[in-house]
């Protein structure tokens, strides 16, 4: 890649990214003073929640915590669901943008494809896939954590030999596609199958999901809100959006001090039902601290969850397929979907499930698909609901060269290795928020953005205005960070369930816990232990 003749534009930041973090750093940096820029891939502002507009996409975090906590932008603004759907949260990012005036410094339809350092100048030299280049002197990458969809390499897929449509969730056509009256096939059953499974349930003529894990998906209590509801929601807004920051996950519930093996099953069973009742995520991540630690506590956790679900389906070999007996793996450790009426979705005679332990894929066919007990199911629309190569997928999908002009896909093809989940040795002045090692997909989005995106800020600012010209993490620093990593994912169950947060759903990816497991408070001390301390860990000339 050139790095001089065809330069136009020069920034003090460069942002990739126009969701949450992205824009959190854009009104940040530029309101103290910086030259920045966003890059982003879509023609709008969003992220995430551009790309993911598949039927039933949803917010599983509740609407009046997922925005941003500043007071001049949650006064006016409602969302008029308990969890809102993707059409709202794109209408909260064009709020922002008339009250933040964000469009202006982002160049939409830009996709990063390279960023090279360019160590005689402390620069970056940033290429996109319209042949744009650009310099910056730190370079912000705030992909999220779902930046790459994972599409697997089933026979027929990518030959395009169905004659019927096939979309990735995350690549959902933006005109939409209407299931009334088609047959419809969903693989996968992350949060974001379950979300589909729901909605093409009361619209297809059929639909068959092909499950390989069940999910552990617990009930989202979701209700519209009125009037009543939106002053009780202003009322403790400051008060829940404080506490967001000093929880584990960036929710305004933490962990339940007892432990599930210290107290009597009546106190157990009384705790779970309460936990149940307040829904949403509260049952995960508010219950009992020893649940995703001991297997006891969570095998108590399980059963709870397995008969509530069961007596929810008719048919008993479906109740087995979705709530099995033994749990499929422990109860939390993978991401479990927050659902509404999932399970009496198989209570319809139009929905099937097919068991892909029984009958694996053997290849997508003309009219659909072919399991291997010779089975040709039939089909208008398959959705792969197959998830992403998470957390470290959109930084080594880019062309990333550091200092010596190797490779960051190359240096993570081992696993990753960061100091504070922020940056790389070997590759100065890039920062990243929501990546690898850092609360990431283990904290609620908008939380991130500030939390992660301040200390980013921070950083930056230290740099910037000390006249500073590089930072860059030590090798020694990003070698304690992984071993702190590892320490603290080791007493959990995590590592008992192949998910995307130990990067187990990639074939070939090697397992580690890719999220930063202690929680929001620990990483936040960690952060200000660094800072206190002349940015240990981090080399700055
Ligand atoms: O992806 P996933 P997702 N053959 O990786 C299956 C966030 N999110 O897009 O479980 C057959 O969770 C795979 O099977 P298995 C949220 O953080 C949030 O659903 O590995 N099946 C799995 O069932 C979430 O956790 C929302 O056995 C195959 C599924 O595909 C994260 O994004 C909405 C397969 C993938 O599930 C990812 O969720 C959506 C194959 N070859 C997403 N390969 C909100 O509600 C994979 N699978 C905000």
């Given at each position: 890649m050139s790095t001089t003749p065809d330069v136009v534009e020069e920034f003090d930041v460069l942002v990739i990214g126009a969701g949450f973090a992205g824009i959190y750093q854009l009104d940040r940096l530029r309101s103290l003073g910086h030259s920045v820029k966003i890059l982003e891939?879509?023609?709008?502002?969003?992220?995430i929640w551009y790309w993911n507009c598949y039927p039933g996409a949803r917010v599983d975090t509740e609407g009046p915590i997922y925005q941003f906590s500043r007071d001049d932008l949650w006064r006016d603004w409602e969302f008029t669901e308990l969890y809102p759907g993707w059409n709202e949260v794109r209408d909260y990012f064009a709020y922002l943008d008339r009250k933040l005036d964000i469009s202006k410094d982002v160049r939409f339809n830009t996709r990063v494809t390279a960023a090279h350092f360019h160590s005689g100048h402390n620069q970056w030299v940033v290429r996109a896939s319209d042949g744009t280049t650009m310099r910056c002197t730190y370079l912000v990458a705030c992909l999220g954590f779902a930046s790459k969809p994972y599409i697997p390499q089933i026979p027929g897929l990518a030959q395009d030999t169905f004659e019927g449509r096939w979309h990735h969730t995350a690549l959902w056509p933006q005109e939409g596609l209407d299931f009334t009256g088609r047959r419809v096939a969903v693989i996968g059953t992350g949060a974001s199958g379950v979300q589909v499974v729901q909605e093409a349930a009361g619209e297809a003529v059929q639909l068959t999901l092909f499950q390989r894990t069940p999910n552990l998906a617990l009930p989202m209590g979701q209700r519209t809100l009125g009037p009543t509801d939106q002053a009780a929601i202003k009322a403790t807004l400051p008060q829940r959006f404080e506490s967001r920051g000093h929880t584990f996950a960036g929710f305004d519930f933490d962990f339940e001090p007892r432990n599930a093996t210290d107290v009597s099953q009546e106190e157990r069973t009384a705790e779970y039902e309460r936990l149940w009742q307040a829904g949403g995520f509260r049952f995960w991540l508010a219950t009992f601290q020893d649940t995703l630690f001991d297997p006891k506590s969570n095998e108590y956790a399980y059963a709870f969850w397995r008969d509530k679900v069961r007596a929810r389906i008719t048919d008993a070999a479906l109740q087995e397929k979705l709530a099995p007996t033994t749990p499929p793996h422990p109860f939390g450790v993978k991401r479990p979907s927050l659902e509404q009426h999932y399970y009496e979705?198989?209570?319809?005679?139009?929905v099937a499930l097919v068991d892909l332990n029984d009958a694996p894929i053997q290849a997508v066919t003309e009219r659909g698909i072919l399991t291997a007990d010779g089975v040709e199911h039939e089909f208008d629309i398959i959705v792969l609901a197959t998830g992403f190569d998470a957390v470290s997928g959109g930084l080594t999908a880019i062309d990333i060269r550091g200092a010596d002009g190797s490779l960051l896909r190359d240096k993570w093809a081992s696993g990753v290795r960061t100091h504070l989940g922020m940056a790389t040795a070997g590759f100065p002045n890039l920062l990243f928020a929501y990546g690898p090692q850092s609360p990431s997909g283990f904290c609620n989005g908008p939380t991130c953005a500030e939390v992660q995106g301040e200390m980013i800020v921070e950083t930056l600012e230290h740099m910037l205005s000390n006249g500073h010209r590089r930072i860059e993490a030590t090798p020694e620093a990003e070698k304690e960070w992984t071993h702190h990593v590892a320490e603290l994912v080791a007493p959990t169950l995590f590592l008992h369930a192949k998910s995307w947060y130990v990067g187990a759903n990639i074939p070939g990816k090697p397992v580690q816990m890719l999220n930063y497991p202690g929680g929001l408070p620990l990483y936040r001390a960690k952060y200000a232990e660094s800072k206190a301390n002349d940015y240990a860990g981090f080399q700055v000339s």
């Open positions: 891939a879509g023609p709008e502002l969003g992220g979705a198989f209570n319809q005679d139009s």
